[in-house]
């Protein structure tokens, strides 16, 4: 498949006001937008770097996927996404190289981009998000 760029990195945070503080006033980035994703379960911040972008995480449910993550791993890196031209045919690319799809079929993310995971199964223990510009 052919990646076209980092999308963005999503970091898993306990307290999005606490992180936001620190992307801002230490690494001097600007939080653009603030998104509830009710269908993931979090509340993500995020911010430009170059032609990627950060993607805070907040679970906004104590049993959500991002707060187990935190309670297992702590805070920290949660996924690595990845822009492709057509998602669809990304995902079916990586199946037949036998990955396992978390995401069999895209679903709308944060941003208005169609996304989908691969299993970290099957990645090296890196969460893997794959997304496209919805078409016009
Ligand atoms: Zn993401």
Not at 58 to 85: F, N, Q
Not at 105 to 129: W, Y
Request: glycine letters at 8%.
């Amino acid at each position: 498949m052919e990646l076209q760029n980092i999308e963005h990195i999503g970091i898993a945070v306990k307290d999005l006001q606490v992180s936001i503080k620190f992307y801002e006033e230490v690494l001097g980035l600007k939080c653009y937008k603030i998104e509830e994703i009710e269908d993931q379960q979090v509340k993500t911040a995020f911010f430009k770097v170059g032609n990627t972008k950060i993607e805070l995480l907040e679970s906004i449910t104590p049993d959500g996927s991002i707060a187990k993550h935190i309670e297992k791993r702590g805070e920290g890196l949660h996924h690595i996404a990845y822009a492709v031209d057509d998602l669809r045919a990304a995902l079916r690319e990586a199946e037949s190289k036998g990955i396992q799809l978390i995401d069999r079929e895209p679903r709308k993310g944060a941003e208005g981009l169609n996304i989908a995971f691969l299993h970290p199964k099957s990645t090296q223990g890196v969460l893997t998000e794959l997304c496209e510009k919805p078409k016009e």
